[in-house]
């Protein structure tokens, strides 16, 4: 296993993927050959407006976001926290991160000459990667969460993530020590209990799993689970004032151009599905693997989603890092929730 700040280990929306010596893997029956750094693909140059400021020696950076409202990072996952008279608020506590949220608490408490006592940590939805350090704060801590996200961690049993006690349905303002946050949920997008955390009086909105900002979404739009919600979602958030984005993942700060090019990025993604699955001719598939059904199904969506994801990865190529990574696979489900959730392009036989 890798060490050191440059670790990397993530997953959006899922559990992390630590990196691991290689081994040969069983696949339809033979031996793979153990990946090499020599045989791995290459990838378009990361844009430098996508990077963000150097983690310390530790692996973590933290910064002001402004006033008390602080984000912490480990270049790939985010957190935040504010600082108040009455204690620390915590904003979900990603494993990666791990002791180091507390490290980054203690860093500021110093420096300001406050507390560096978590009092209260927020959920931004169920998830490992988001809240899988968060029984490193024991159980004096008050967790705060959607109703859903409550339901969804009982169901899961992990003695990791405990399940908030203070839980809420539409919208909830959390007031600790004179400070305010507005809690809201908007229906589902990327899980079904993932929520928007507005900071009114510090201009940020915190919003995790949507936009990467200056990065595309990896696999399947962040693993969206609701592709019409997560596509939605953006639009909602802009609905709000704000200056800053706390996105959950990467090593920057976002802001409100980077919303509107994912937006954009998306947008681009559905129109090209859209003209893609009127265009590709199934038949050579199915004339090609005949009773073997899902081998054809398997030639023509991946022939769609190629032929879709081709000029955008172009047109975003040096603009959006890994534009040439994810496109791919986020197309597939975007055009998998055209065909199945809005039902463009559904045939009834005559």
Excluded: C
């Excluded at 033979?30 to 844009?47: G, K, M, N, R, V």
């Excluded at 946050?181 to 201009?203: E, K, M, R, T």
């Amino acid at each position: 296993m890798t060490s050191g700040p440059n670790r990397r280990s993530f997953l959006a929306g899922g559990a992390a993927i630590m990196a691991v010596p290689a081994v040969a893997t069983v696949a339809g029956g033979a031996l793979a050959a153990p990946a090499s750094a020599d045989t791995l693909p290459d990838y378009a140059p990361i844009p430098p407006s996508a990077l963000g400021p150097a983690v310390n020696a530790q692996g973590y950076y933290v910064a002001r976001v402004k006033r008390n409202l602080y984000w912490v990072t480990d270049g790939t996952y985010q957190s935040a926290f504010l600082t108040t008279r009455d204690g620390v608020v915590l904003f979900d506590a990603p494993p990666t991160i791990g002791h180091n949220l507390q490290r980054a608490v203690n860093q500021i408490a110093a420096a300001d000459g406050v507390s560096n006592t978590v009092t209260h940590l927020v959920y931004s939805h169920h998830h490992a990667d988001h809240a899988g350090a968060s029984s490193l704060f024991g159980g004096n801590v008050v967790r705060v969460g959607h109703e859903e996200t409550r339901r969804l961690l009982l169901r899961d049993n992990d003695p990791t993530r405990p399940a908030p006690e203070v839980t809420f349905q539409d919208r909830y303002t959390l007031d600790v020590g004179g400070e305010r946050v507005q809690l809201a949920w908007h229906g589902s997008n990327h899980s079904p209990d993932s929520i928007y955390i507005h900071f009114p009086d510090h201009d940020t909105l915190m919003l995790v799993d949507i936009v990467n900002s200056g990065w595309v979404p990896i696999y399947n739009l962040n693993l969206g689970e609701d592709v019409p919600g997560y596509i939605a979602a953006p639009t909602t958030a802009l609905s709000y004032p704000w200056k800053h984005l706390i996105g959950g993942h990467v090593g920057r700060l976002g802001n409100r151009d980077d919303v509107g090019l994912h937006q954009q990025y998306v947008a681009d993604i559905a129109a090209s599905a859209r003209t893609a699955l009127g265009t590709v001719d199934p038949t050579p598939y199915f004339q090609k693997y005949g009773d073997n059904v899902w081998a054809a199904v398997k030639g023509y969506l991946d022939a769609v989603a190629d032929s879709a994801a081709a000029p955008v990865i172009a047109k975003y190529a040096g603009v959006l890092a890994a534009a040439d990574v994810f496109t791919t696979s986020t197309t597939f489900w975007v055009l998998e929730s055209i065909r199945l959730d809005l039902g463009f392009g559904s045939q009834v036989h005559p």
